[in-house]
């Protein structure tokens, strides 16, 4: 197995070029800045990193009252200027002492965690907004580059949302999130491009989860995945293990979830295939006002996507954000025994093989598929700029049973107004672990025909792991036929 360094910056070189820039701006008065993303994403590493390099001053939050939070951060103060701690009374004498850090030169002041300091101080936005109004003396003779971060998506962007108090008060707002495939293989240092998908499977492009997680190991071959899964991965006592409990536990959005356990199974349901409102609801066993209010929270909080059908006015899918979420769901909670110290570990990865390459490596490699669709091709291998991609069904007619067509792009074009609408540019087919045939060309074709005149100019993909010498010589000869196998999928356009 290959080992990691404990943190690079490989694929973060854009954030850290804009914090390095906010920080050091010439403005003569404090700034703000926010910084967020879902948790084990690198966040705090890159803060961690900006501080060191240019000397400013950093705080975790703590979890717990308001007095325990200012405690904390008067230590941090204290130890900083290497003096007494101060005397932190509320969050306007906080604020003004962190300000008051960077008065002779432009530093940046990070406070992590945000979202903790605003369950016990939810007024704390508003001391913010007081501190930043362009005639306050503190504000001026300051050059704090002050950072809040957090990993509550929905508190974070509600920071600069609407009406809120800090809307209008920010200089940056920089995103965090996780690597795309092509990155997290460059993060993995996986040459073999199979096993580089397998893992993306797993963990997807979660920094943590390829570092500290797994002790800094990942698997080079097929062979090493199998046993990096039960001894990375599966083995009792391995935190991949309770991860997902504790993402649920620690985002303030859904920590206070009244029955915690319909979020579990909600997410299940998506995660294992149920990506309909009506088979979600069917196999959650909820009313569908009670499963809103579910899913509202966990679109909130960036667990799972609304996906809108590109070509046909359905209700919209509900896909999982992060493939780890899929593999949790389908390998670990189904199978609690694996938490046991008695379990063979190997014996039980063995069983579960099939359940993960059908419910886990096939709708991560199809959706990995559409995201080369819409941030990878060119515009001429695509056949045009698509705005909408996603999956659909092709709908039965009297001979022909229903087809699941795995992608799907098209572009709105003058009058459209509904999806029907749409001019199609791409239909395609992802298939990892099987060998790609000129059977699968011809329901391509099939599915094409179906779809009407708006599809007649449309190419057809197929996305592959391993692809027959026939289907490779007659896509040759045809311009409306494009074959994507690993090595295109993970370095070609």
Known sequence: ????????????????????????????????????????????????????????????????????????????????????????????DALEALLDLAQDRAMPVVLDE?????????????????????????????????????????????????????????????????????????????DDLLTAVHTYAVIGGVAAYAREMVDYALPRSLDEFNDWIVS????????????????????PETAKARKPNLYHATLASVALGHHAWNSITSRVGIGGSSLQGILDTLL??????????PVRNHRPLYQPLDPFLRFHYAV???NPKLAR??????????????????????????????????????????????????????PA??????????????????GADTPEDREINAVGEAKVGETLTIRHLRRLETARARL??????????????AVEATLRHEAHGRSDVEIVDLERLYTGD
């Not at 950093?58 to 007494?84: C, M, P, S, W």
């Not at 909130?300 to 059908?309: F, G, H, K």
């Open 114 to 190: 945000f979202p903790y300091i605003l369950e016990h101080s939810p007024a704390v936005d508003s001391v913010i907004q007081a501190l930043y109004a362009p005639e306050n003396a503190v504000r001026n003779r300051s050059r704090a580059r002050l950072l809040l971060c957090g990993s509550s998506i929905s508190m974070m962007r509600n920071l600069l949302s609407g009406t809120a108090p800090l809307r209008g008060r920010s200089g940056l707002d920089l995103r965090i999130s996780p690597f795309d495939f092509r990155v997290a293989r460059a993060l993995h240092g996986i």
């Open 1 to 92: 197995m290959t080992s990691t360094a404990p943190f690079t910056l490989i694929g973060r070189e854009h954030e850290q070029r804009r914090l390095a820039e906010f920080a050091s701006t010439p403005t003569p008065h404090a700034t703000l800045g926010i910084v967020w993303g879902r948790r084990r994403v690198g966040k705090s590493a890159l803060l961690q990193a900006l501080v060191r390099e240019q000397g400013g001053f950093y705080h975790h939050a703590i979890r717990g009252t308001a007095k325990e939070g200012l405690d904390a951060l008067a230590a941090d103060i204290g130890e900083h200027l290497q003096y007494r701690p101060p005397v932190l009374t509320g969050w306007p």
């Open 397 to 414: 007619t009297n001979t022909e049973a229903e087809m699941q067509i795995d992608v799907i792009a098209a572009t709105d074009v003058s």
């Open 452 to 465: 009407g005149a708006r599809a007649a100019h449309a190419k057809l993909f197929l996305f592959g792991s």
């Open 341 to 394: 110290i008695t379990t063979d570990t190997r014996e039980a990865w063995h069983t579960l093989i099939p359940t993960f390459r059908s419910l886990v490596l096939g709708p991560c490699f199809e959706g990995m598929a559409r995201e080369w669709i819409m941030y990878m091709a060119s515009e001429t291998t695509v056949g045009g700029q698509p705005t909408h991609i996603g999956s659909t069904t092709v």
């Open 300 to 309: 909130a909080s960036e667990l799972i996507a609304r996906i809108d059908d």
């Open 332 to 334: 670990i909670r189904r």
């Open 232 to 251: 990375r991965v599966l083995a009792p006592g391995r935190p991949l293990l309770g991860e997902m409990a504790l993402l649920l536990s620690e985002d």
